[in-house]
């Protein structure tokens, strides 16, 4: 079977063909091929504007969906697809109204069944193309979970019993992970996309200075519940800038000791809020997905925190962290036998898991 998987849910232009293999794969693991995985990435074009612009967004994605389409089936004719996957939310609406215009269209073409899905889900089930899965490691063995999804437009956790059934715990309050850490970036100047500018400082901390390390609050990292809330670091952030002198600002010391900080604290509650989840659900293992998991340090601390808890731990390549079609095309595999009439298909920004 060879799946197509479609995601425009925000400024990348994502497609993907995947091939699977093993048809025993609920009890014997799975056996899945990445046959392409082409992403158009609009990064350089929302830097200047410091964020997403969605209907500029949207103008590119239907400038590049047919050249991304091309690319990605370049190997195999088009009548050799058998299933179309495509994201339907959450997401920018304009954006995803490309995407699942795409998918119609090509499935009235093909004559092929078209199967929405779940962003969210998505980014939790590409975890299933991991090595242990591969290699014959049954699924059921990782269930019960907790699964956190952490990016630019999510902070959501949620417990999982099996494929399709979810529990939502916890969700953040305003600001997700990823828009804490590129508000942060630009109070910095540090530019767009913010994370992966922070984690590069962060990690080469030099000429430590004492007297001005910051220490941000790890917001409502003791609350009973199990919901995020990162508007207040990043108003911490603003408050300790500003009362710094101009020098001090513009130092190699304070942005990389200010760096390190921000990402330390969101790693604190992300990691903190997820074990107690963990804890109190008693569950198998903890499963990680969306952009801000490619971070490495947080990387590294989940694992060792895992590895000391004695949970299973799962995350995605970093590759494919961010937003893909390869994770649209393994969702659509497992919701395969839910095909949905094409005029019933339609976009869900605010889609919940």
Sequence with gaps: MRILGIDTSCDDTCISLLKFDSPLYQKWGLKFKILSNIVSSQVKLHAKYGG?????????????????????????????????????????????????????????????????????????????????????????????????IVSGGHTVLFLMLDIGKYKLIGETRDDPAGECFDKVARILGLGYPGGPAIATLAHHRKNVLDQILPRLPRPMIYQKNYDFSFAGLKTAVLYDFRKRSEKIRKSRAYIHQMSKEIQQAIIDVLIYKTLRAAKEYRVKSIILGGGVAANDELRKQFKLACLRWKLKHLVPAKNLCTDNGVMVAVTAFFHKEEKINLPEIKADPNLKI
């Excluded at 400038?63 to 697809?81: C, G």
């Excluded at 899905?117 to 059921?140: D, W, Y």
């Design 52 to 148: 997403v612009w969605p209907f500029l967004a949207k103008r590119e994605h239907q400038k590049n969906l047919p050249i991304v389409f091309k690319k990605a089936i370049k190997r195999i004719d088009q009548s050799e697809i058998d299933l179309i996957g495509v994201t339907i939310g959450p997401g920018l609406e304009p954006c995803l109204w490309q995407g699942i215009n795409f998918a119609k269209d090509l499935a009235k073409k093909l004559k092929k069944p078209i199967i929405p899905v779940n962003h969210l889900e998505a980014h939790i089930l590409i975890n299933l193309l991991s090595s242990k899965f591969q290699e014959g490691e049954k699924m059921m063995n990782f269930f019960p979970a907790i699964c956190l």
